[in-house]
């Protein structure tokens, strides 16, 4: 049995978010307002920032040596901009961004596997990268596998190596 009556708890739950849990959410901001800070330029065009947060930005940038007290109070001010705005279209902007790049390093990844399959394993490597990806010229990709064979018995600088690589690249990558 409960000590409290359901009255007094009901009227604890209407207290809101914790102190703890306050603080929690102002440094995710910060740290979210670091992040963009952190962005190219190029990048930054895509965040959906309103005039006052962009000067605050574009201020830290000025600001950028991180080991300076100046820097850290005004990603806290940052941080304290945020609070008051809705986030989500920023956050979903930043996702975005992260996420872009981590698709791009994933593709490139699966490239160099491929070039790697098609240099160890040869016409087998070559007729499953051929019915995965029908644009492709058998002829040209023999062609570089030869010329790499070549580099690597004369021990000579892997050109056909990259361009077999940049090969794959120009004519899959957007459809990895």
Request: hydrophobic residues 35%; glycine residues 2%.
């Amino acid at each position: 049995m409960s000590h409290f009556n359901d009255d007094q708890h009901d009227e604890w739950e209407d207290w809101g978010p914790s102190k703890s849990q306050l603080k929690r959410d102002a440094e995710a901001l910060q740290t979210m307002g670091e992040e963009i800070v952190d962005l190219k330029p190029s990048e930054l065009e895509k965040i959906p920032l309103d005039e006052e947060l962009a000067d605050a930005v574009s201020l830290a940038h000025k600001l950028k040596p991180k080991k300076n007290e100046a820097y850290r109070r005004h990603l806290q001010f940052i941080g304290r901009l945020m609070r008051s705005r809705d986030v989500e279209p920023i956050a979903e902007a930043l996702s975005i961004i992260k996420n872009r790049h981590a698709t791009a390093n994933a593709r490139q990844h699966r490239l160099e596997q491929w070039r790697e399959r098609l240099i160890d394993e040869g016409d087998v490597a070559i007729n499953e990268l051929l019915g995965q990806f029908h644009e492709l010229d058998r002829q040209k990709l023999r062609q570089l596998l030869r010329s790499v064979q070549k580099e690597r018995e004369h021990n000579k600088p892997p050109a056909a190596y990259r361009e077999l690589f940049q090969y794959l690249r120009s004519e899959i990558e957007d459809l990895l």
